[in-house]
C-alpha cells in the first residue's frame, strides 16, 4: 500500500489540507497584517485542496475496488 503512488498522493494531499488548515487557524488566533491580507485566501486554498483529496481519495477507492 504504501508503495502505491496513487497512496501517497491521497497522503500528502491529505498533509497539505491539514497543513493549510493549521497556519488560517493559527493567523485567526494571532491576527494582524497576515491575517488580514492571507485569511481568506488560505481558507478558499484549503476548500481547493479539500476538493483535491476527496477527488484523489474516492479514485483511489474507485481503481482499487476494480473500476
Known sequence: MTSDPLFILVILACVA??????????????SGAFHKKYANKLMRLRVLLQFVAIALIMLYIWLRNGG
Open 17 to 30: 489540507v491539514f497543513a493549510v488548515l493549521i497556519i488560517g487557524v493559527g493567523s485567526f488566533a494571532k
